[in-house]
């Protein structure tokens, strides 16, 4: 029973180490999405500011106030964008862990339930051992009995 209970134990904390496991892959391929993501907006901010110089280099004044003016403007947009590409990113994050931390917690219950079951059961085995032991006994005792009266 005990060796019972020893692997049933075991087999539980794999468990929880693969899901951790799990958890810290999740969380690295989350990781990498975000740094290509910062890469890409790096390099976008890059390409616009060489357009930028180029602009500037081959217009006239009036025009490159002009075109100063819309890049601005488009740099500015990009940047809203960007953050709220970022918010939604975290946003994602946060709830992968939520989720991650639920099942956790209801794997944890789960195993505490069997645990307790197989305590109960190892009680009434007990028990039932005990009262078997004493039915033995009895039965012994009633023997002897007999054997002494008929003596």
Not at 48 to 60: D, G, P
Not at 76 to 105: K, L, P, R, S, T
Not at 120 to 147: A, E, H, L, R
Request: hydrophobic share 100%; charged share 0%.
């Amino acid at each position: 029973m005990m060796i019972m209970l020893m692997m049933i134990m075991m087999m539980m904390l794999l468990l929880m180490l693969l899901l951790l496991l799990l958890l810290m892959m999740m969380m690295m391929m989350i990781m990498m999405m975000m740094m290509m993501m910062m890469m890409m907006m790096m390099m976008m901010m890059m390409m616009m500011m060489m357009m930028m110089m180029m602009m500037m280099m081959m217009m006239m004044i009036m025009v490159v106030k002009v075109v100063m003016m819309v890049m601005l403007v488009m740099v500015v947009v990009m940047m809203m964008v960007m953050m709220i590409m970022m918010m939604m990113m975290m946003m994602m994050v946060m709830m992968m862990m939520m989720m991650m931390m639920m099942m956790m917690m209801m794997m944890m219950m789960m195993m505490m339930m069997m645990m307790m079951m197989m305590m109960m059961m190892m009680m009434m085995m007990m028990i039932m051992m005990m009262m078997m032991m004493m039915m033995m006994m009895m039965m012994i005792m009633m023997v002897v009995v007999v054997v002494v009266m008929l003596v």
